[in-house]
C-alpha cells in the first residue's frame, strides 16, 4: 500500500484521540533539514541529506521524526516564513525528494512529522502579494491591518523587528500590517472563515500524502481580538502572554480538529508560545477535541529567570523551581498526555543549558538529561545531536550569526545605545543558533556533514565530540542513549506510568518514581557537577539497579542518604512491596 492509499484509508474512517494514541509511546527525534546532513555539497542540508542517515535514526530507537519547515521559503527566518506550502524550498530537493524521505522512513518502521506555521506567512506569499495591492483586493482580508485614516495603531510587540514595533505600514494600501515575528512575516486572518479553509485543505494536502501528524508553531497566537484594543500593560507587562488569549482560539483548535485531524490517524502538538501551566489542559484534553499534546515555554524560561537555590548548589538556576515546573506541568495535563523536552530549535544546546559543556562534566552530564527525558511521563521531544552531546558553539562575533533573533536584537540594543558587548556575551549561552550548528558526523575539519562551505559553522569540539568515534565507544553518549532508549522500550511503566516526585525540597537531586500496577521505579539525577545526596520516601532494600551513567554502579543504599557523584544518573527498579510515604512539593 502506497502512501496515498494510506492515507485515503485513514481518512476514511474517522478514530477519536483516546483509541490512536500511538503517540503517547514515541520518542520524536527533532531534525533541523539545514544542519543534519548535506548530499550535494553546496553547505546546507537537505533530504536527501536526511534519507542517506536515516539507518543511524532507526538504530537509535526513535519512532517519530519531526522536521522543521521545509517548504518554499525566502528564508528570512530559516523557514518559518513561508511563500508556498505546496513546495519544497530549492535549496532542501523537490517534491520527489521529499516522496522517497517519506517512503524511506516509513519502510523503517518510523514516522514522519513536518512542522504548521499558519500564524503567518511570507510577505511574499501569493496571498499577501496580492492583499498589499489594494483594500479592493479579495486578498486583502486574509491578513490584520489598520487603515492610517484611524491614527497610529494600538500598541503591539514584535518579535524580531528591529524596531520592536509588529506594525508595519504599507504605501498602497495607506494601512499597516501586523506581524508579531518579522517583518516579512504578516499575521493570517484566522476570523475570516476563507482563510481557514485554505489552511484546512493545505493540511489535507500533506496528510494525503501519508504524513503522521503536525507539530503546529506558535499555534496559541492564531486567534486576535480584531477590534485591536489596547494592551493592559499592567495585566500584560511583556505583551507576549496576550497574544495567547486570543477570544477564538479553542474555537479554531476544535474546528480544526473535526474537519481535518481527527479524521487521520495523526500526531498533533502545539507550541504552547505565552501559555502558562493551568491552561494546559484546555489544549489537551482528549474531551475537548483539539491538541493531542502541547509544550510551554516554562521550562527552558526557568533556566534564565531563576536564581541558585543556594550559593553552593553548583549551579546558576532554580533546580526546585524546575522540578516544580514539572510536576505542575504533569498535573496540569489533567486526563491528556504531556510533552517533555529540554531543548530544540529555538534554544541552546541542552546539556549547556541544564548540565555542563566543561570537559570532565559534559559526557555525564549528557546522559543524566538523557535518562531524565526518556523516564518522565510524557512523549519526550529530542533535538538530533543531543544523544551525542553537542554544545553551545559561543560565537564571538555578530556575523557569525545567521538567526534573524539575534541580529536584530543586535541592531536594537546598538540603536538604543546599549551594550551590545554584553548581549553577545549572553548570546552565547542562550542564542538559538548553539543549537542550530551542522550535526558532527565525525572529526574532520567539515565534520562529514558538508563537503563544501557549511552554511553555519561546525562547533570545533567536533573532533571529540562526533557520532563516528561514539559509534565505536561503548561508554559514549550516544551508546548511552541507546541504552536508555532500550529500557523505556522494555518496561513500558516508563511510558505510562504514574509520575511522583520524592526528596521534593533538594536543591541538587531531581529524584521522582514510576509506578503502575504493580512496578516501581525510582530515578535519581544530581543535577549539579558536585556531589550530593539523596532521602527519598520509599524503601529501596534489595533496589535493582537498571542504568547508571557512572559504570560502577551496581547498588544504592538500601536505608539512609544515597550518595550520588557529580551529575549522576540511576534508575532502579523497585521491590514489589516498597511502599512509598506521602511526598509533598
Given at each position: 500500500?502506497?502512501s496515498?492509499?494510506?492515507?485515503?484509508e485513514?481518512?476514511?474512517e474517522p478514530?477519536?484521540?483516546?483509541?490512536?494514541?500511538w503517540?503517547?509511546e514515541?520518542?520524536?527525534?527533532?531534525?533541523?533539514?539545514?544542519?543534519?546532513?548535506?548530499?550535494?555539497?553546496?553547505?546546507?542540508?537537505d533530504?536527501?541529506?536526511?534519507?542517506?542517515?536515516?539507518?543511524?535514526?532507526?538504530?537509535?530507537?526513535?519512532?517519530?521524526?519531526?522536521l522543521?519547515p521545509?517548504?518554499?521559503s525566502p528564508?528570512?527566518?530559516n523557514?518559518?516564513d513561508?511563500?508556498?506550502?505546496r513546495?519544497?524550498?530549492?535549496?532542501f530537493?523537490?517534491?520527489?525528494?521529499f516522496?522517497?524521505?517519506?517512503?524511506?522512513?516509513h519502510f523503517?518502521g518510523m514516522?514522519?512529522?513536518l512542522?504548521?506555521?499558519?500564524?503567518?506567512?511570507?510577505?511574499?506569499?501569493?496571498?499577501f502579494?496580492?492583499?498589499r495591492?489594494?483594500?479592493?483586493?479579495?486578498f486583502?482580508?486574509?491578513?490584520?491591518?489598520?487603515?492610517?485614516e484611524?491614527?497610529?495603531?494600538?500598541?503591539?510587540?514584535?518579535?524580531?523587528?528591529?524596531?520592536?514595533?509588529a506594525?508595519?505600514?504599507?504605501?498602497?494600501?495607506?494601512?499597516?500590517?501586523?506581524?508579531?515575528?518579522?517583518?516579512k512575516q504578516p499575521?493570517l486572518?484566522?476570523?475570516?472563515?476563507?482563510?481557514?479553509h485554505?489552511?484546512?485543505?493545505l493540511?489535507?494536502?500533506?496528510?494525503d500524502k501519508?504524513i503522521?501528524?503536525?507539530?503546529m508553531?506558535?499555534?496559541?497566537?492564531?486567534?486576535?481580538?480584531?477590534?485591536?484594543?489596547?494592551?493592559?500593560?499592567?495585566?500584560?507587562?511583556?505583551m507576549?502572554?496576550?497574544?495567547?488569549?486570543?477570544?477564538?482560539?479553542?474555537?479554531?483548535?476544535?474546528?480544526?480538529?473535526?474537519?481535518?485531524?481527527s479524521?487521520?490517524?495523526?500526531?498533533?502538538v502545539?507550541?504552547?508560545s505565552?501559555?502558562?501551566?493551568?491552561?494546559?489542559?484546555?489544549?489537551?484534553?482528549?474531551?475537548?477535541?483539539?491538541?493531542n499534546?502541547?509544550?510551554?515555554?516554562?521550562?527552558?524560561?526557568?533556566r534564565?529567570?531563576?536564581?541558585?537555590?543556594?550559593?553552593?548548589?553548583?549551579?546558576?538556576y532554580?533546580?526546585?523551581?524546575?522540578?516544580?515546573?514539572?510536576?505542575?506541568?504533569?498535573?496540569?495535563?489533567?486526563?491528556?498526555?504531556p510533552?517533555?523536552?529540554?531543548?530544540?530549535?529555538?534554544q541552546?544546546?541542552m546539556?549547556?543549558r541544564?548540565?555542563?559543556?566543561?570537559?570532565?562534566?559534559?559526557e555525564n552530564?549528557?546522559?543524566?538529561?538523557?535518562?531524565?527525558?526518556?523516564?518522565?511521563?510524557?512523549?519526550?521531544?529530542w533535538?538530533a545531536?543531543?544523544?551525542?552531546?553537542?554544545?553551545?558553539?559561543?560565537?564571538e562575533?555578530?556575523?557569525?550569526?545567521?538567526?534573524?533573533?539575534?541580529?536584530?536584537r543586535?541592531l536594537?540594543?546598538?540603536?538604543e545605545?546599549?551594550?551590545?558587548?554584553?548581549?553577545?556575551?549572553?548570546q552565547?549561552?542562550?542564542a538559538?543558533?548553539?543549537?542550530?550548528?551542522?550535526?558532527?558526523?565525525?572529526?574532520s575539519?567539515?565534520?562529514?556533514?558538508?563537503?563544501?562551505v557549511?552554511?553555519?559553522?561546525?562547533?570545533?569540539?567536533?573532533?571529540?565530540v562526533?557520532?563516528?568515534?561514539?559509534?565505536?565507544d561503548?561508554?559514549?553518549?550516544?551508546?548511552?542513549?541507546?541504552?536508555?532508549m532500550?529500557?523505556?522500550?522494555s518496561?513500558r511503566?516508563?511510558?505510562?506510568?504514574?509520575?511522583?516526585?520524592?526528596?521534593a525540597d533538594?536543591?541538587?537531586?531531581?529524584?521522582?518514581?514510576?509506578?503502575?500496577?504493580?512496578?516501581?521505579?525510582?530515578?535519581?539525577?544530581?543535577?549539579?557537577?558536585?556531589?550530593a545526596?539523596?532521602t527519598?520516601?520509599t524503601?529501596?532494600?534489595?533496589?535493582?539497579?537498571?542504568?547508571?551513567?557512572y559504570?560502577?554502579?551496581?547498588?544504592?543504599e538500601?536505608?539512609?542518604?544515597?550518595a550520588?557523584?557529580?551529575f549522576e544518573?540511576?534508575?532502579?527498579?523497585?521491590?514489589?512491596?516498597?511502599?512509598?510515604?506521602t511526598?509533598?512539593l
Amino acid at each position: 500500500m502506497n502512501s496515498h492509499e494510506r492515507a485515503g484509508e485513514l481518512q476514511a474512517e474517522p478514530s477519536a484521540d483516546s483509541h490512536n494514541a500511538w503517540w503517547k509511546e514515541a520518542v520524536v527525534y527533532q531534525i533541523y533539514p539545514r544542519s543534519f546532513m548535506d548530499s550535494d555539497g553546496d553547505g546546507i542540508g537537505d533530504l536527501q541529506g536526511i534519507v542517506s542517515r536515516l539507518d543511524y535514526v532507526k538504530n537509535l530507537g526513535v519512532d517519530v521524526i519531526w522536521l522543521n519547515p521545509i517548504y518554499d521559503s525566502p528564508n528570512d527566518d530559516n523557514g518559518y516564513d513561508i511563500r508556498n506550502y505546496r513546495r519544497i524550498m530549492a535549496d532542501f530537493g523537490t517534491m520527489d525528494d521529499f516522496d522517497n524521505l517519506l517512503a524511506e522512513v516509513h519502510f523503517r518502521g518510523m514516522k514522519l512529522v513536518l512542522d504548521l506555521v499558519v500564524n503567518h506567512t511570507s510577505d511574499e506569499h501569493p496571498w499577501f502579494v496580492e492583499a498589499r495591492k489594494s483594500r479592493l483586493n479579495p486578498f486583502y482580508d486574509f491578513y490584520h491591518w489598520w487603515p492610517i485614516e484611524n491614527g497610529e495603531p494600538p500598541r503591539r510587540k514584535s518579535f524580531f523587528d528591529e524596531e520592536g514595533n509588529a506594525w508595519r505600514y504599507n504605501f498602497a494600501t495607506m494601512s499597516y500590517y501586523l506581524h508579531y515575528f518579522s517583518r516579512k512575516q504578516p499575521d493570517l486572518k484566522w476570523e475570516n472563515p476563507r482563510v481557514r479553509h485554505e489552511i484546512y485543505e493545505l493540511m489535507r494536502f500533506w496528510f494525503d500524502k501519508g504524513i503522521d501528524g503536525f507539530r503546529m508553531d506558535s499555534i496559541p497566537y492564531i486567534s486576535k481580538d480584531i477590534s485591536y484594543p489596547e494592551v493592559d500593560s499592567r495585566k500584560y507587562p511583556d505583551m507576549f502572554d496576550y497574544y495567547s488569549q486570543g477570544p477564538h482560539l479553542h474555537d479554531y483548535l476544535r474546528e480544526m480538529n473535526e474537519q481535518v485531524t481527527s479524521r487521520y490517524a495523526v500526531m498533533t502538538v502545539g507550541e504552547g508560545s505565552g501559555v502558562k501551566p493551568p491552561d494546559l489542559h484546555r489544549f489537551v484534553e482528549p474531551s475537548r477535541r483539539e491538541l493531542n499534546m502541547l509544550y510551554t515555554f516554562e521550562i527552558p524560561d526557568l533556566r534564565k529567570t531563576t536564581k541558585p537555590d543556594a550559593p553552593d548548589t553548583g549551579i546558576d538556576y532554580s533546580l526546585l523551581a524546575v522540578k516544580k515546573m514539572f510536576a505542575e506541568l504533569d498535573r496540569a495535563a489533567g486526563d491528556g498526555w504531556p510533552a517533555v523536552y529540554l531543548g530544540n530549535h529555538d534554544q541552546p544546546r541542552m546539556v549547556s543549558r541544564f548540565g555542563s559543556d566543561a570537559p570532565e562534566h559534559r559526557e555525564n552530564a549528557a546522559k543524566m538529561l538523557a535518562t531524565f527525558l526518556l523516564t518522565m511521563r510524557g512523549t519526550p521531544f529530542w533535538l538530533a545531536g543531543d544523544e551525542i552531546g553537542m554544545s553551545n558553539i559561543r560565537f564571538e562575533n555578530i556575523d557569525d550569526y545567521n538567526d534573524i533573533d539575534t541580529r536584530n536584537r543586535y541592531l536594537q540594543i546598538r540603536k538604543e545605545g546599549g551594550d551590545p558587548k554584553a548581549f553577545l556575551e549572553e548570546q552565547k549561552q542562550t542564542a538559538r543558533d548553539n543549537a542550530r550548528t551542522p550535526f558532527q558526523w565525525d572529526g574532520s575539519e567539515r565534520a562529514g556533514f558538508t563537503t563544501g562551505v557549511p552554511w553555519l559553522k561546525i562547533n570545533p569540539n567536533r573532533k571529540r565530540v562526533n557520532a563516528e568515534d561514539e559509534q565505536n565507544d561503548p561508554d559514549s553518549v550516544l551508546n548511552y542513549f541507546k541504552k536508555a532508549m532500550r529500557l523505556r522500550r522494555s518496561n513500558r511503566e516508563l511510558i505510562i506510568g504514574s509520575f511522583r516526585l520524592t526528596d521534593a525540597d533538594n536543591k541538587q537531586v531531581f529524584a521522582y518514581v514510576r509506578e503502575s500496577n504493580h512496578e516501581r521505579f525510582l530515578i535519581l539525577l544530581n543535577f549539579t557537577p558536585k556531589e550530593a545526596c539523596a532521602t527519598v520516601d520509599t524503601d529501596t532494600t534489595d533496589a535493582e539497579v537498571l542504568l547508571s551513567n557512572y559504570s560502577d554502579r551496581t547498588r544504592i543504599e538500601p536505608s539512609g542518604p544515597i550518595a550520588l557523584r557529580p551529575f549522576e544518573a540511576i534508575v532502579c527498579r523497585l521491590p514489589p512491596d516498597a511502599a512509598p510515604q506521602t511526598a509533598t512539593l
